[in-house]
């Protein structure tokens, strides 16, 4: 049994598809194995897959060369086809999308498109590896993670000296642990030395790092970094976040709508983009050296249905630089003189390089220091009065007991003797990795959870925007009850409730017909929409906010963000801001507040937190930060050794 | 695979337009070589309509009995003993000579509709209770489940024949002799649902939006619930046509000359062997009432599955 064979939920146990299934148009020959030619080539690819009997192509002529140790980053926003391909490229398509393919695949020098079953076991057994997003739906949750690896490698041994490859802390003990026992990082661990064995030549990581907390973040990219040093394999490395994948990849290929926007070495695409999609995704990305005051960049949103867009550049709605001719023809792959960069644009490359040079921050911090512009009563002090404060938090505790199966009940402290005033009027940013006790801090304050020491008092109301809008709007009200509702509990008169419905519609963007819409009709940038604007159509004193955006990708992201910012400058809300992620604390919150292990280690004014972070939990989550600015400004603990691009 | 999924994410558009601009219909597709159990996917959906069709044309002949039924089903009305298909009587006569038409018409009026009885009294009866012990927790839950883990640690039959028995027999004494062991079960079901609603953080925001306590449970709660407590009582008809069907067959039940499945399958079963049909056609149609009522459950399962 392979890593793949792995009883992991959905694809990875899919047959592959049929050799019939894709039509033979592709005329590329397999290059022989043990040459020196790419580990993995895909030529022409296009994949259209069904969905409620609607079929629509994901990817529409792609083409990639990974060289052997060559580590090729895939960026694309969701939907752009990046997770198809790597499934594509592995022959694990659902056979139930029922695929329909053209164009040739080879990877470790076999057709993954028209091999036999056996084949295709024998080479993703053998010659690839492959770890995915969640390792806790990858892993069987009922076996040992020894006895899992050993399945593979056939030999305990070795499996242990794998475990150790991939730095797992004592090894022989975690060979009898059970996944559940281990923490996410050492999870993804696992996956990676499953993903190890027989020496693979192609390591396809889907999105390896999403789910981890920053810090666990920049340590699995170290290791696969040494992994391509110390095993000599290639890694396709999956992501949505440029910055990620400015890491540690040699090149970097952007995926827009099925098609390869541009792909170059990582360097040279990173700091001299070509095209407008990648320019525009560098400049919407939120860095610890975007501009505090004034709205966040973002891209336009695509009101445009993908069908409509797809006869030209399908980026053509969204592109500030578009010509005539890209609504209705394809542009295609042409070399960039000198760079090592194929980019499929019918713009010249310097007026994109102008456009990015105008939407990318200056470098440095110490132009944006200050408050962020918004309401402020007074500038803070020790000495104020407490009549200012809008939430006063004393030696706050909160305990869980937790009893599961038959394992003895222990406790969690999730919050011990927390201490946090916010003034009235104040933007607040909470950071701490997941565990840290920020989401419960913003709990107890809300009322959602009750304490199990110490006291809060929150002077006035206090409204929340959650993580997952789409949980946090019941499924079957309308916006439109939905609103009401919250119009009514405060009491609002009715013509007074329809003038401020309409109001919170125009501020967020959404069009008055959402108010006969279920949750489910909407986008996950418009359920965030709503959900806010439910919390601010009878507007509250405080504003809480628990990761609003964690879910929504970055140029969505960007424009809640601002939402909120606008908000709050309108209303002169207080606003509490729960984040994992430094570099939007920094945008959100006059103040930021770091919290670790259920404690409050580090508070003060944002500017000097991010620039001079005083505790060591703090500098770990700052250098955990990716940037893009890479090489030169890289921690000493990301990958030193590059070598350089494989072409 | 969550990576497969979000790439579906374009997947709304029709019209596909293949790389160089040419229609995706010039790319030869698999229409013939699917496996069979994709091709029936969509095919599932109308059988499954199909299904639950039949549970409202069974509810629809029962609740048109007397108009269906072309004789008295009590009064002699033919000869004695006639076989199925005889002339002006479809399905024969019984040993008195009453129509069997007409008699299973008006039996399976009495089961399907005392079966629905059942079940509607245990639903509203355990599902308040599930309800309030859900939504309040705490000792309200505690007091209220004990009671309900009681009920449930009785021998169900046993219980309805006694309570049966000490009021007497009669369609009503029956149907509270069924119904006293049949809502536990439903105020389990409901209880676990509405505690697993209440801790979704819809019904948080919502609390966090100003909605009291019963809004709530009605607003915020219980419309998730009905699509569970829809198909736990479709499925659970079947069970109670067949317990109804053989207290009635014990001689608990209405009395005599009404006709009733359970009952008349024991009046005539000694006529097996000669008149085989008279006992063998209500035995068949309970057997295909709890048929019915479980492919019909399924089905709506399966549907209100696929809405979500």
């Known amino acids: ?647 | 695979m969550s990576g497969t999924t979000r790439t579906t994410g374009m997947t709304g558009a029709a019209g596909a337009v293949d790389t160089a601009g040419a229609p995706l219909s010039a790319v030869p597709r698999r229409r013939f070589a699917l496996p069979v159990g994709e091709r029936l996917r969509p095919a599932g959906r109308n059988v499954s309509r199909v299904l639950v069709a039949l549970l409202v044309l069974t509810t629809l002949v029962a609740l048109l009995a007397p108009v269906l039924a072309p004789d008295n089903p009590i009064q002699p009305v033919g000869d004695l003993n006639l076989p199925p298909l005889s002339a002006h009587h479809l399905l024969g006569t019984d040993n008195l000579g009453r129509d069997l038409l007409s008699r299973t018409l008006i039996g399976l009026r009495a089961s399907w509709f005392s079966a629905l009885a059942v079940v509607a009294v245990g639903l509203l009866a355990g599902g308040l209770l599930g309800v309030v012990a859900g939504a309040f927790g705490g000792w309200v839950d505690a007091l209220l489940m004990r009671f309900t883990d009681l009920f449930l640690a009785l021998p169900g039959a046993l219980v309805a024949i006694a309570v049966n028995a000490a009021l007497g027999p009669g369609l009503l004494h029956t149907l509270i002799g069924v119904s006293v062991v049949w809502w536990p079960y439903y105020a389990r079901i409901i209880r676990a649902e509405v505690r697993g609603l209440a801790s979704r953080p819809h019904v948080e925001a919502a609390r966090l939006a100003g909605a009291g306590r019963l809004r709530l449970i009605g607003r915020h709660i219980l419309p998730g619930v009905v699509p569970t407590a829809l198909v736990t009582a479709s499925l659970d008809i079947g069970n109670v046509v067949v317990l109804l069907a053989g207290l009635s067959f014990l001689g608990l039940g209405q009395s005599a000359p009404a006709p009733e499945l359970g009952a008349d399958v024991q009046n005539s079963l000694y006529l097996l062997l000669g008149q085989w049909w008279i006992p063998i056609i209500p035995a068949l149609t309970v057997m295909l009432l709890s048929l019915i009522a479980n492919l019909g459950g399924d089905a709506l399962r399966n549907l209100l599955e696929g809405d979500r």
């Open chain 1, 1 to 647: 049994m392979s890593a793949h064979d792995l009883p992991t939920p959905g694809t990875a146990r899919a047959p592959g598809p049929e050799p019939g299934a894709a039509s033979r148009s592709g005329s590329a020959t397999a290059p022989a194995a043990g040459t020196a030619g790419p580990v993995a080539s895909v030529r022409g690819l296009s994949v259209s897959l069904q969905r409620q009997g609607v079929r629509s192509p994901v990817l529409r002529g792609v083409d990639l060369d990974i060289a052997p140790g060559e580590i090729v980053g895939l960026v694309g926003e969701s939907g752009s086809g990046k997770s198809v391909l790597a499934m594509t490229m592995l022959g694990l398509l659902p056979r139930s999308a029922r695929p329909v393919i053209t164009g040739s695949v080879h990877a470790a020098g076999t057709d993954m498109l028209h091999g036999t079953p056996a084949q295709l076991r024998a080479v993703r057994r053998s010659r690839l590896g492959v770890i995915f997003q969640d390792p806790m739906t990858s892993l069987n949750p009922t076996m040992r993670i020894g006895r899992q690896i050993t399945e593979v490698t056939g030999d305990s041994g070795e499996a242990v000296t794998l475990l150790g490859a991939v730095r797992v802390p004592e090894p022989a003990r975690r060979m009898r642990a059970f996944p559940h026992e281990l923490s996410g990082g050492l999870r993804q661990r696992v996956m990676a030395a499953i993903a190890l064995t027989g020496r693979p030549r192609l390591i396809v990581a889907d999105e390896p790092t999403t789910a981890l907390d920053v810090t666990v973040q920049a340590q699995l990219l170290a290791l696969l970094a040494d992994l391509r040093r110390e095993f000599g394999c290639s890694v396709l490395f999956i992501t949505h976040d440029l910055a990620v994948a400015a890491q540690i990849t040699d090149r970097i290929a952007v995926l827009y709508q099925g098609r390869v926007a541009e792909i170059g070495p990582s360097a040279q695409l990173l700091h001299h983009p070509t095209h407008p999609y990648t320019a525009g995704l560098l400049g919407s990305r939120l860095s610890l050296s975007t501009p505090r005051t004034g709205a966040l960049p973002t891209l336009p949103a695509d009101g445009v249905p993908v069908a409509e867009r797809l006869r030209g550049c399908a980026y053509h709605t969204r592109c500030p630089l578009v010509l005539d001719r890209c609504a209705s023809q394809q542009p295609p792959a042409t070399p960039v003189e000198g760079t090592g960069v194929l980019r499929a644009c019918w713009r010249d490359s310097t007026a994109v390089r102008d456009i990015h040079r105008a939407v990318v921050p200056a470098e440095g911090l110490a132009a944006h220091a200050g408050p962020l512009g918004a309401v402020h009563p007074s500038p803070g002090g020790s000495g104020k009065p407490a009549a200012d404060l809008a939430v006063e938090v004393r030696a706050l505790g909160c305990r869980f007991h937790s009893r599961s199966g038959f394992e003895p009940r222990h406790t969690v402290d999730a919050l011990q003797g927390v201490d946090l005033d916010v003034r009235a009027g104040e933007a607040l940013s909470i950071v701490g990795e997941s565990g840290s006790g920020k989401s419960t801090l913003l709990r107890v304050i809300a009322g959602l959870t009750r304490p199990t020491a110490g006291t809060v008092v929150l002077r006035g109301t206090a409204q929340m925007v959650f993580q997952d809008a789409g949980s946090s709007l019941t499924p079957w009200l309308t916006v439109g009850a939905l609103l009401r509702e919250r119009l009514r509990a405060a009491k609002v008169p009715p013509a007074e409730a329809a003038r401020r419905t309409e109001e919170v519609l125009a501020a967020m963007g959404l069009p008055a017909s959402v108010l006969k819409v279920r949750p489910g009709e909407l986008s996950g940038g418009q359920r965030q929409r709503v959900a806010l604007a439910r919390a601010v159509v009878v507007p509250p004193t405080v504003l809480l906010c628990d990761e609003p955006t964690s879910a929504l990708d970055a140029s969505l992201a960007a424009s809640v963000l601002n939402l909120i910012r606008e908000m709050r400058r309108e209303l002169a809300m207080t606003v509490v801001f729960v984040t994992h992620d430094l570099a939007v604390a920094r945008l959100m919150g006059d103040r930021i507040a770091v919290m670790a292990q259920g404690r409050l280690v580090e508070q003060g004014d944002a500017h000097d937190i991010v620039t001079a972070p005083a505790d060591p939990r703090t500098r770990a989550l700052l250098d955990a930060v990716p940037r893009i600015d890479v090489p030169a400004a890289r921690p000493a603990t990301g990958p030193a050794d590059r070598p350089e691009a494989a072409r």
